[in-house]
């Protein structure tokens, strides 16, 4: 995905983490200046998001990041045709407190880290960014996948957590988000 400013000066790292500030939180410069084209790079990218899963409206945009305490961590790599960094996708992550149903049917009260969206440019799906992205924040969050929950994945998601996590035994919910059975197991008792 390209713009027309420079991508290294907006995101000087390879994986960016941008909170509220809209600001990296890694290294950030920042600066004022930079917060309009951030904004339209957000905008942009929750913009292809939805297209690609056919929901009628984003659900990610710089205005939605600065009133949430949600965390969009966004790669960038070198476009060897092209010669300059291009925006290659992003994944944006959260705490929600969810009212799940375990295996039994149970109710539990539960806080995890929620995926809320993720995207990879269309022509660079299937090539590992996907993957190189979500292996980051699990580091960052020093957390397994299978104590996270997942809003409403696409098939495209579920089949990368089948493929790179083996996550593939969902407990049926009566919201939109889907846990897997070891959740339950490995959840940590004071949550
Ligand atoms: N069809 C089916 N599975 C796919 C596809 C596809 N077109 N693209 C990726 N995958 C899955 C497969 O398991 C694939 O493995 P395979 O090629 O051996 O079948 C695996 O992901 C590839 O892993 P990566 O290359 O690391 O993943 P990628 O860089 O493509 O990123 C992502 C995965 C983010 C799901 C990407 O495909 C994408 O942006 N899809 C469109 C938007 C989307 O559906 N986002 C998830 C929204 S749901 C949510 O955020 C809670």
Redesign the pocket.
């Known amino acids: 995905m390209e713009f027309p400013f420079d991508i290294n000066q907006l995101f000087s790292e390879r994986v960016s983490i941008l909170d509220h500030t809209l600001f990296g939180a890694r290294k950030s410069t920042g600066r004022p200046d930079l917060q309009a084209p951030i904004a339209t790079v957000i905008d942009e990218l929750g913009r292809a ?1 939805a297209k ?2 056919c929901l009628t409206a984003p ?1 990610t945009s710089a205005f939605k990041l600065q009133s949430q305490k949600h965390e969009i961590y966004l790669l960038r790599d070198s476009e060897k045709n092209r010669g300059h960094d291009v925006v290659v ?1 992003f ?2 992550v959260g705490y929600k407190k969810l009212f799940l149903l375990d295996s039994r049917g149970v109710h539990i009260e539960a806080e995890p880290l ?9 022509t ?11 292996d980051f924040m699990l580091q960052h969050k020093n957390l397994d996948p299978v104590l996270m929950a ?8 579920l ?6 996590y083996s996550l593939t035994q969902s407990v049926p919910q009566v919201n939109n988000f889907v846990v897997f059975e070891s959740f339950f197991r490995y959840r940590p008792a004071a949550q």
Do not use: N
């Open positions: 998001s690609a899963q659900v996708g994944l944006k929620c995926v809320l969206d993720f995207y990879i440019e269309e660079l799906q299937r090539h590992g960014y996907g993957l190189e992205l979500f997942y809003d409403r994945p696409s098939p495209k998601f089949s990368f957590l089948s493929k790179h």
